[in-house]
C-alpha cells in the first residue's frame, strides 16, 4: 500500500499563488508517476499535471499550462504543486495520486490517492 497525504490548500484571491505538497510513505515501486488532479463541485475529477517520480518527465493540463508547475522531492519523498496566478475556475478539491509505471493522464489508471485538499479562490 502507498499512503499519501496533501497539505497546502486554502482560501486565496485570484492571482495569488498556492503550494500543495504530497507526502507519500509505504510500497515503493521501480518506477512510479505521481498524478494531481481536482474535482469541483458537480463536474468529474480532472486530470492537472503528472511527473514521474525517477526520471522527472511531466505534463499539464492545458488549463494550467504556463501557471502551475509539478515537482517532486525524492529525498524527502514528497510531490508538489506550485499554483501561481490562480483563478476563480481553480477552485476545487485538489488529490494527489500515484501508479506503478509509466505517466498516463487517465485517473482510472491511479492505484492510490490521498483525501484531497480544498483551494478555493475567490475573485
Known amino acids: 500500500q502507498v499512503q499519501l497525504v496533501e497539505s497546502g490548500g486554502g482560501l486565496v484571491q485570484a492571482g495569488d499563488s498556492l503550494r500543495l505538497s504530497c507526502a507519500r510513505s509505504?510500497?515503493?515501486?521501480?518506477?512510479?508517476?505521481m498524478g494531481w488532479f481536482r474535482q469541483a463541485p458537480g463536474k468529474e475529477r480532472e486530470f492537472v499535471a503528472a511527473?514521474?517520480?525517477?526520471?522527472?518527465?511531466?505534463t499539464y493540463a492545458d488549463s494550467v499550462k504556463g501557471r502551475f508547475t509539478i515537482s517532486r522531492d525524492s529525498t524527502k519523498n514528497t510531490g508538489y504543486l506550485q499554483m501561481n496566478s490562480l483563478k476563480p475556475e481553480d477552485t476545487a478539491v485538489y488529490y494527489c495520486?500515484?501508479?506503478?509505471?509509466?505517466?498516463?493522464?487517465?485517473?482510472?489508471?491511479?492505484?492510490?490517492w490521498g483525501q484531497g485538499t480544498q483551494v478555493t479562490v475567490s475573485s
Open positions: 509505504g510500497r515503493t515501486f521501480i518506477t512510479s508517476t
Open positions: 511527473i514521474t517520480w525517477r526520471a522527472g518527465t511531466l
Open positions: 495520486a500515484v501508479k506503478p509505471g509509466a505517466l498516463v493522464t487517465s485517473r482510472r489508471e491511479y492505484d492510490y
